[in-house]
């Protein structure tokens, strides 16, 4: 078999060729490139999507997290010094939109069988100064329950959802990006709803919170020359608005192949080397099946070198989610005497496997076969 591409982005896009070639040939007949109807389309469209009462498209799912932060400062919710919950394992820019707004990131543990933050673990670490839960929905499962519901309301606390990884997933028929009191959205390419350069978004029910994001994100001004905030440079553009609209229809559909996919590796792969992610919610017909959109699939694997290099062997291509917590990177160094075992444990030993929506069934039984015949 010819190499397996850890994510083939060629053969994602050419599945929407016609749609997309008529979607930027509309965008370069307007002769309207930023802030036009494309991009209120997709709000509002998104916004149905996700059971959030406001939309607004901006650069990337970074400054989405920045500026859902920064709104909150303008609002008073939130000030220099405050302490937000963190996951300890995640990518860094879930870190980096809190220490960038003068925030103090806490970091809290995952748990071990979902990589999600461990929400058992909050209450213990909230102090007066907590004033934030950042929840990250890792790999595309949902990190929710009524214990994190209830930490909100008792502590009075905001929840802000980083959904980079999990646009589409579910909890109890609420779709991720409208659970929390803010949500960030990141649309890179490799997402399971991905534009064809950068982009991202910012859900919220909060009206007031919304005007100032995109404010914030519009040079901080609300009618032009005349600026309320310090804002910053961050859209969705045009070009890229009419693609996610494209791309939207077909959301759903691609969650449910990568379901498909991930269900095919959970039950074809034995080898006793490797731990699986357990989600026996992922059975055909569970109410929860939707609460994953595997994002990506991950394994566990504490010979993960020797793994990585057999697969790469049999020409399948695997990647790292991810290698260094954020309390062990160079750029938060005084973090770094902390210690998270279970997060540095993770990072020692994790290993995605090749997923998406296009990747064929004999593709992913050509993966499970290489990786059942791994041996340390």
Known sequence: ??????????????????????????????????????????????????????????????????LIFQSYKEQGVLNDGDEVIVPAHTFIASTLAVTDNKLVPIFVEPDPASFNMDIGLIERLITPKTKAILVVHLYGRVCWSEELERLAEKYQLKIIEDNAQAVGAEWKGRKTGSLGHAAAFSFYPGKNLGALGDGGAVATADADLAQKVKAIANYGSGRKYEHLYKGINSRLDEIQAAFLLVKLKALDAGNERR???????????????????SYPQAQEGSADRNGHVWHLFVIKAKQREALQNHLTARGIQTLIHYPTPPHKQMAYLEYGHFSYPVSEQIAEQVLSLPISQVLAGEEADFVIQAVNEFSA
Not at 7 to 15: S, T, V
Not at 19 to 42: C, H, R, Y
């Open 259 to 277: 379901r498909e996919v991930a269900d095919r590796y959970l039950a074809g792969i034995t080898n006793p080397l490797i731990e699986l992610p």
């Open 1 to 66: 078999m010819s190499e397996i591409k850890f994510l083939d982005l060629l053969k994602i896009n050419q599945e929407h060729r016609a749609e997309l070639i008529q979607a930027v040939t509309e965008v370069i007949d307007s002769g309207w490139f930023l802030n036009g109807d494309f991009l209120t389309k997709f709000e509002k469209e998104f916004a149905i999507y996700t059971g959030a009462k406001h939309v607004i498209g901006v650069a990337n799912g970074l400054d989405a997290l920045k």
